[in-house]
């Protein structure tokens, strides 16, 4: 092993990677927190492939194995690629092998029967490994060393979805003989041991010293210019973020440097590749072939074939969305563009950090979109530069994940008393609860799955739901590409210009009965905005306190969403050419929510006068939802909130925060049970802000659809000043005190 880590390069380990090779030689759990590019992969690969290397002169013939997982596609098969060209001087005895859903069913036999390294990723583990554990058998029988890489974007619901794949795998293994080390690997976490340590139930060491040298990196704020164009009511307009960035990915291409451009949306991306090639073309006929596009929704044999182009240096410049951020090693890379900022301190970094893999010096910009948050990013740098990372929140005793799990657990095998410790406290209650509603079946040796469909299918854990929507060519009959169904009503309803692979496309048909999106190749002067309205109704009110004259509710809600129109903007400048009206059926979400009202004498008191009412019940739902992760194991990705002036339902101005989960995730009944903490915290982050009339730090979100307008930082800590007057108790929740 040390002789192939000489062949590779490697002369001597850096401190930080031998700290982890010497605590998994040794049996503990362990996550290695560093920089990017600082050799995390070699640190846990190291033990990894002594220990597939020992296992191959056993006797039964399969030894040790090992198994990788990754929050994605394009990593697993990047870390193939490493791990293959790592262990080429061991010969035969490191198999690595991918199984997702890209892999050919006939190999997946022999990955089965032969692998000793597969590399996979959580949805697969779920839906296809753990059901099937019988046919694994052998692999799992000799799993030694778990691999988690990117450990920090399992967040929220999805991060408590897996932490629970993670104990059902830990069973099964435990069924075999198997008691496996979990190495895990993250560029940006804060208390990684402690985050580690919540999604794999182990107790898991850290390493966060980074030993390894690093080329200098010059971060850029840009923010785009103005143009001659009037906007709204006069006002200027600014280039947009997307424009400007196929701009300076052009530039930066022309001048032989390796760039990726990080854009937040599929459509983004494909813009500003075809935008960068135009560029080009009056440059080099040579450059524009050397520019792409990368995202999600392509066809595998597309996306291989870009990862090996980006990966050979034959690609100088690819426009991505978030499915590059991870560590796809990209060795070479000189610079990286983010248009827009991508809503996370940890996922700037990140993306960041794709750039100077190699020891080289590097250049990250981020170019700042037309909207306040952006803006005060590019003149506050201290809001990016001076904070720490964002913590990975998650919370696997939450009910409403673990007990769909404890379900499929007890189909892959009948659930013991004795399994119940591993699921967590709450699961002994659970399982009763699943007994009586007729889901589990107790027996003298455990509880039974008692359904004919299999357990696993009623769990998406990463909450996405629907069949994708394939995208087709309507002249050939083509197969495009695939757009997930939650995005389809903005992305490809009628009329939608459609990009993919730098050839644009109209929508001329969504057929959403038969998940079909029907395109023609065009030429349109224009992009398409989709324009959506959201309301909020309320179902059942299930408990309702008084604060004072103000009200603290909690129940259920019913979320309607619906795109009413899009308008036509130029690509460069954002300009508005027009606005079409569409007539698509509304989506629905029915979930649980925590609301609160105020009388017209309380807005009288708080001096909030008609006018601002609509800015300080926004800024006031904005500021809660991003504290509540402090009291309800949440991540702001997991929630919504509607602010209405006079809401139909309750009479009064209100306010609501929901669970962004069909039936509810508990985080709305856990800010219930807090609100007094909850809504005081919220009151103070927002007055003890130093910005003068509102930032990300207190009331801006990065995921508002109104642009974060209107937004009035005085006048919510006046209202929420006037509601927690007649809170009861010192910082008490809904009538009780603080636990």
């Given amino acids: ?39 995390k992969s070699l640190a846990y690969l190291a033990p990894v492939l002594s220990s597939l290397l020992e296992g191959s002169e056993a006797p039964n013939g399969r030894g040790s194995t090992s198994l990788y997982l990754a929050p994605t596609k394009a990593l697993a098969a990047d870390q193939r ?53 019988a046919r694994w058998s052998s692999f799992l029988r000799h799993l030694r060393y778990v691999i988690v890489d990117e450990c920090h974007t399992y967040r929220g619901v999805f991060g408590s979805h897996v932490a629970q794949v993670l104990r059902r795998l830990r069973r099964v293994c435990a069924r075999y003989g198997a008691e496996p080390v979990f190495l895990l690997a993250s560029a940006t976490a804060a208390q990684p041991g402690e985050a580690a340590g919540r999604l794999t139930g182990v107790p898991v060491r850290e390493v966060t010293e980074d030993a390894s040298p690093r080329g200098g990196l010059a971060f850029a704020l840009w923010e785009p210019p103005l143009t001659e164009a009037g906007g709204e009511h006069g006002a200027p307009v600014r280039r947009t973020a997307v424009a400007e960035c196929a701009d300076l990915l052009a530039d930066l291409v022309a001048g032989g440097v390796r760039t990726v451009a990080f854009v937040r949306s599929r459509r983004g991306a494909e813009l500003v590749a075809l935008l960068a090639q135009e560029r080009l073309a009056a440059v080099d006929p040579a450059l524009p072939p050397r520019v792409a596009a990368y995202r999600g929704g392509y066809l595998p044999e597309e996306r291989r074939a870009l990862e090996r182009a980006l ?21 070479g890379l000189d610079a990286v563009l983010i248009a827009g900022y991508p809503g996370t301190r940890a996922s700037l970094w990140q993306q960041a950090g794709r750039a100077g893999r190699s020891g080289q010096e590097a250049l990250a ?31 696997p005793d939450n009910p409403h994940v673990l007990a769909p799990h404890l379900c499929a657990a007890a189909a892959e095998l009948p659930l013991t008393e004795a399994d119940l410790e591993l699921f967590g406290p709450s699961a002994a209650g659970l399982v009763g609860q699943l007994e009586r509603r007729g889901l589990l079946r107790r027996r003298a040796s455990g509880w039974f799955w008692t359904r004919r469909e299999r357990a696993v299918d009623r769990i998406d854990i990463r909450g996405g739901g629907g069949r994708p929507v394939q995208v087709v060519e309507a002249g050939t009959g083509r197969l495009l590409g695939t757009v997930e169904e939650a995005a389809a009503h903005t992305t490809v309803h009628d009329g939608a210009v459609h990009l993919h692979q730098g050839r644009t496309y109209l929508v001329r048909r969504l057929d959403l009965e038969d998940s079909v999106a029907l395109v023609e190749q065009a030429d ?18 299930t408990e309702e306190v008084p604060w004072g004259e103000a009200r603290l509710c909690f129940g259920s809600v019913e979320v309607t969403n619906r795109v009413v129109s899009y308008l036509r903007r130029r690509p460069i400048t954002g300009e508005v050419l027009g606005e079409t009206p569409l007539d698509m059926p509304p989506r629905t979400l029915r979930t649980r929510a925590v609301w609160w009202t105020v009388t017209d004498g309380q807005l009288e008191e708080a001096r909030v006068r008609p006018e601002e009412l609509p800015g300080a019940a926004h ?82 979100s990065p995921k508002c659809g109104n642009g974060n307008e209107p937004l009035d930082k005085a006048a919510a800590v006046r209202l929420l000043d006037v509601l927690l007057s007649g809170a009861p108790g010192a910082g008490g929740g809904a009538g009780e005190a603080d636990g």
Avoid at 105 to 128: K, S
Avoid at 316 to 326: H, I, K, V
Avoid at 650 to 670: I, K, L, M, S, Y
Wanted: aromatic share 6%.
């Fill in 311 to 331: 990966h050979s240096g034959e690609l100088l410049g690819l426009a991505s969305t978030t499915a590059l951020e991870l560590g796809v090693d990209v060795s």
């Fill in 81 to 133: 690629r490493v791990v293959t060209r790592l262990a080429e001087p061991l010969g035969t005895a490191v198999r690595p092998a991918v199984y997702d859903g890209d892999t050919p069913v006939e190999e997946r036999e022999w990955v089965r029967l032969f692998a000793n390294h597969v590399l996979t990723n959580p949805d697969m583990l779920h839906r296809g490994i753990l059901p099937a554990h």
């Fill in 365 to 395: 910009v981020l170019i700042g979109r037309d909207d306040p948050l952006d803006t005060y990013l590019v003149h506050h740098p201290e809001a990016l530069f001076r904070q720490p990372v964002e913590s990975t929140v998650m919370d």
């Fill in 1 to 39: 092993m040390v002789d192939a880590l000489h062949e590779a390069g490697t002369g001597r380990p850096w401190t930080h990677q031998a700290q982890v090779a010497a605590f998994a030689l040794g049996g503990q759990s362990v996550v290695v927190s560093t920089g990017t590019a600082s050799g």
């Fill in 524 to 541: 349109p002067p224009y992009t398409t905005t989709a324009r959506d309205t959201t309301a909020i109704s309320v179902l059942e009110t």
């Fill in 619 to 700: 800024a006031a739902e904005h500021a809660s939802i991003g504290m509540l992760p402090l009291f309800a194991t949440c991540d702001r990705w997991d929630i919504g909130g509607v602010s209405v002036p006079l809401h139909p339902d309750t009479g009064r101005p209100t306010v609501f925060v929901h669970d962004g989960h069909p039936g509810g995730a508990g985080f709305a009944e856990r800010a219930f049970r807090t609100a007094g903490a909850w809504l005081r915290a919220t009151r103070e982050a927002i007055s003890s802000c130093e910005c003068e009339s509102g930032c990300p730090s207190c009331i801006q």
